[in-house]
């Protein structure tokens, strides 16, 4: 029963999440930040709540006017602190809400987090008791109700000597000491709180105690625009000779103040104990019955969790399961999919020297294409939404066109048997299968849009079983079986950024597919396009020159490293990654996407950082060859390998 409830509330939250990814992007979805979003709140409630006691009167007969005064004399600011701080607390209840509820979808309460489970109860149950001990203060009408409902409430239990709500059934019961005690209340709750969440954050692994800045931002000035549209207001003056007859609630803190009145005291005891009864034994019910040898990943910020089998690498089981974590080769080769281990130990597996250094491993990085499971693992990462839309799936090809665009590069086109397509992401590769179960893959060259037929830009390799076979011995109407859609290598289209692409060799044909994309598209970004060659033959297409032609916002630098005289090269010589350094003394605001050897791509990476590359800005893809016998690192476990050109 709770794995249904499970499965049911994360396909809830995956929708929302999904749906929110495709305004805000992975980055800014506040659904990722829920507890660190529940932290800012409590600080506004801070800042505010200082703000508003350096003018309150605790005073029977000034607390009301203490607080209109603020409220309207002082409106420009005074008011806007006032309904920051009643918005914050009921913005802290929701989102502390959201985040119990997810972190229970994605069964991320029991075992070790038991703990964080609890506290977090009790933070929940503190800021409600401070929330209603807050409405108590500017003693209006609604305060009067709350005080008189609160204390028949708690005269249900038989823990008092004498009934609470004698004190507040005259005008005269309630005098200036209470008051004070009340703000002593409402001071000392929250400080239990804070200590409470420090406590509670300590047990996480790396976790997240403030958004974003630009969802900070965006979260404030939202509240600043609520808080000035519809302003926190007092009902009338308090007055325990008569009864309010009309009240604005608030839902957030008031829900089960109505179960008092059509229920009974009692009743709503009992519920509220019930339900708490209940998610304190959460922990300790049902569970996931695991196999032996099988490990829980669960991902930060996404929460999303996935059970690994054995001897299978963290992005297996993650793909396996619906998760898309950002890969390319998946064979070690080009670190696309490095991450950090929060928590737990891994086997680091077979990988290509360079790629995982030993400082990054002793941040807690691993190569999730590699990396298998010893324990339960934590791992920080951002799923990668886009991927979701185009399942991998197996299916065969026909080869429909073979054009050789130069000595060494062959151009294919692949046609789907039967009326079946393989719809893709620009950027993104497929593997042919071979007769020996080996696998060669390639970027797909042609845009989303053209999802009848399948490009392939393919150089012979010396030695490459696959490549020889290609230009010696493969003719049209021959069939292919490929894998696809993979790799985690596509235009971010969400960012505006203008765009530099960075190719070498073949890496031109994944380039293309994109720049076709966001031609077809009509993308309105700066894109530059620089493609290394060793000389002006390997540069064995001319559509840039055409894109440079048409349109405004493509510009094309060839750049050549081997020119000879007999070639009469007038263009740009060197190492491609130079010439963009040359040109570009700064990149804090660009998108870098290189695609190339790696020896290419690694060369480029620390000096773009050097010069303001956001680190999340360069995209890349490595072409490995299947003939190249790179040093492998950490080869205590073999893994299969997926090549790439």
């Known amino acids: 029963m709770i794995n249904l409830i499970h499965r049911i509330g994360q396909g809830i939250f995956l929708r929302l999440e999904s749906g929110l990814n495709y305004v805000f992007g992975p980055t800014l979805n506040p659904f990722y930040y829920l507890g660190a ?13 200082f703000y508003i006691y350096a003018f309150y009167d605790t005073g029977v007969n000034d607390a009301f006017s203490s607080v209109e005064y603020l409220t309207h004399e002082q409106w420009y600011f005074g008011g806007i602190m006032r309904s920051l701080h009643r918005y914050a607390s009921d913005g802290m209840l929701v989102f502390g809400i ?50 008189v409902a609160t204390a028949e409430w708690l005269d249900a239990l038989p823990i008092f000597s004498a009934p609470l709500v004698r004190n507040f059934l005259e005008e005269g019961s309630v005098n200036d000491r209470f008051f004070s005690l009340l703000s002593l ?14 406590v509670h954050t300590q047990r996480v692994p790396q976790a997240k105690t403030s958004p974003p800045r630009a969802l900070t931002v965006g979260l404030i000035l939202s509240m600043v625009v609520l808080a000035l549209v ?40 009992m519920l509220v104990g019930g339900v708490s009864a209940v998610f304190l034994l959460l922990p300790f019910l049902g569970g996931k019955r695991r196999g032996k040898g099988e490990y829980e990943i669960t991902t930060v910020p996404c929460g999303h969790a996935v059970i690994a089998k054995p001897g299978e690498t963290v992005l297996e089981a993650a793909l396996r399961q619906g998760l ?40 807690g990085k691993a190569l999730f294409c590699c990396a298998k499971p010893l324990s339960d693992l934590d791992i920080e990462c951002h799923e990668v939404d886009e991927l979701g839309r185009f399942p991998i799936k197996t299916m065969k090809f026909t080869v429909q066109k073979m054009e050789r665009a130069a000595q060494d590069v062959m151009l294919l086109e692949l046609r789907p048997e039967g009326d079946e397509r393989m719809n893709f992401i620009a950027g993104q590769y497929i593997a042919v299968l071979l007769d020996d179960g080996t696998k060669r893959s390639y970027s797909i060259a042609n845009a989303p849009h053209e999802s009848d037929h399948l490009q392939l830009h393919i ?40 765009i530099i692409f960075m190719s070498g060799g073949c890496g031109f044909g994944s380039i293309k597919g994109m720049v076709e ?129």
């Open 37 to 49: 979003i529940t932290y800012l709140m409590f600080w506004i409630i801070v800042v505010s709540g």
């Open 98 to 147: 959201l985040h119990m509820l997810r972190n229970f979808a994605f069964d991320r309460y029991r075992g070790f987090r038991w703990f964080s489970w609890y506290t977090g109860i009790l933070v929940l149950w503190l800021i409600y008791m401070a929330g209603i001990n807050g409405y108590w203060l500017p003693w209006d009408h609604l305060a009067q109700f709350a005080a």
């Open 185 to 198: 209340i409402h001071i000392g709750i929250p400080l239990g709180a804070f200590a409470i969440i420090w």
């Open 230 to 269: 519809k302003p926190a207001l007092s009902h009338g003056q308090a007055d325990l000779d008569s009864a309010p007859s009309v009240l604005n609630l608030d839902w957030f803190y008031f829900w089960s103040y109505p179960l008092l009145y059509s229920w009974s005291p009692g009743k709503v005891w």
């Open 324 to 363: 898309n974590l950002p890969y390319v080769c998946r064979d070690g080769a080009c670190g696309a999919c490095k991450g950090k281990i929060l928590r737990g130990t891994v086997d680091y597996g077979t990988y290509q020297e360079g790629v995982l250094t030993d400082a990054e491993k002793a941040e």
């Open 459 to 498: 150089r012979l390799v010396k030695g490459g079983k696959f490549t020889g076979h290609v230009f010696n011995e493969m003719k049209v109407g021959d069939v292919l079986q490929v894998e696809g859609p993979l790799g985690s290598f596509f235009l971010h289209e969400k960012i505006d950024k203008p």
């Open 517 to 645: 994309h966001a031609l077809k598209t009509g993308l309105n970004r700066s894109m530059v396009l620089y493609w290394g060659a060793r000389t002006p033959a390997d540069i064995y297409s001319n559509l840039p020159e055409k894109w440079q032609q048409e349109h405004d916002n493509f510009k094309f630098i060839p750049v050549i490293s081997e020119p000879k005289p007999e070639h009469d090269w007038q263009g740009r010589t060197g190492l491609v990654h130079e010439a963009i350094l040359q040109d570009y003394p700064q990149l804090d605001n660009y998108q870098i996407y290189a695609c190339g050897s790696p020896e290419m791509v690694d060369a480029g990476r620390a000096p773009f950082m050097a010069i303001g590359l956001p680190e999340d800005q360069y995209f890349s893809d490595k072409f490995s060859s299947a003939c190249y016998k790179a040093p492998l690192a950490e080869a205590s476990v073999s893994s299969e390998g997926v090549t790439h050109g």
